[in-house]
T-cell receptor, first 116, second 114 residues
Framework: AQKVTQAQTEISVVEKEDVTLDCVYETRDTTYYLFWYKQPPSGELVFLIRRNSFDEQNEISGRYSWNFQKSTSSFNFTITASQVVDSAVYFCALKSNTGTASKLTFGTGTRLQVTL | SQTIHQWPATLVQPVGSPLSLECTVEGTSNPNLYWYRQAAGRGLQLLFYSVGIGQISSEVPQNLSASRPQDRQFILSSKKLLLSDSGFYLC?????????????FGPGTRLTVL
């Protein structure tokens, strides 16, 4: 069975602080995909990134960066110099490379509150 | 580009009334389609998914049903709503197997059952 754990229920930071959102996953599959989504107050989930299990290279996109470590089954997300617009719930998700449907296993989400 | 629509955006219904939520996708063919429910302050629960017209898989037993009458249309229904059906309903689509399989979500429908 697959599982995604986001142990941080809620994080509060002051604008311009760096913040890391943790994600730990469990799967028996050798090939799998990891995702991060952002859910702003409007409710729509916004796709941020996909990472394949065979590619451990970390990725940076502007103020966002992702650290994928297979040895610890973690896929952490860091926001540098946080801004108020980053306030949202962030979900980590996992998909195995089997089946005809792209069924994702989501974590329970981390609510990030960025204040002035 | 692909877009996904859901309506209505919000809905308030009495217990025991029927429900019909609609989701349509534009700009892609043969998508996989999904219905999720998110209870207040909770994570996402996959309700149904479909890999083609008329093909529906249910993830959890419940008071809801889904149908896919057309390739890019996915409908969530109930004959009699329960209080526990309240929540935020999200429709999503993904490409067929062989693509990267990330899901793209619609704007959601907020359902309140009174």
């Amino acid at each position: 069975a697959q599982k995604v754990t986001q142990a941080q229920t809620e994080i509060s930071v002051v604008e311009k602080e760096d913040v890391t959102l943790d994600c730990v996953y469990e799967t028996r599959d050798t090939t799998y995909y990891l995702f991060w989504y952002k859910q702003p107050p409007s409710g729509e989930l916004v796709f941020l990134i996909r990472r394949n299990s065979f590619d451990e290279q970390n990725e940076i996109s502007g103020r966002y960066s992702w650290n994928f470590q297979k040895s610890t089954s973690s896929f952490n997300f860091t926001i540098t110099a946080s801004q108020v617009v980053d306030s949202a719930v962030y979900f980590c998700a996992l998909k195995s490379n089997t089946g005809t449907a792209s069924k994702l296993t989501f974590g329970t989400g981390t609510r990030l509150q960025v204040t002035l | 580009s692909q877009t996904i629509h859901q309506w209505p955006a919000t809905l308030v219904q009495p217990v025991g009334s029927p429900l019909s939520l609609e989701c349509t996708v534009e700009g892609t063919s043969n998508p996989n389609l999904y219905w999720y429910r998110q209870a207040a302050g909770r994570g996402l629960q996959l309700l149904f998914y479909s890999v083609g017209i008329g093909q529906i898989s249910s993830e959890v037993p419940q008071n809801l049903s889904a149908s896919r009458p057309q390739d890019r249309q996915f409908i969530l229904s109930s004959k009699k709503l329960l209080l526990s059906d309240s929540g935020f309903y999200l429709c999503a689509w993904s490409g067929r197997q062989g693509s990267y399989n990330e899901q793209f979500f619609g704007p959601g429908t907020r359902l309140t059952v009174l």
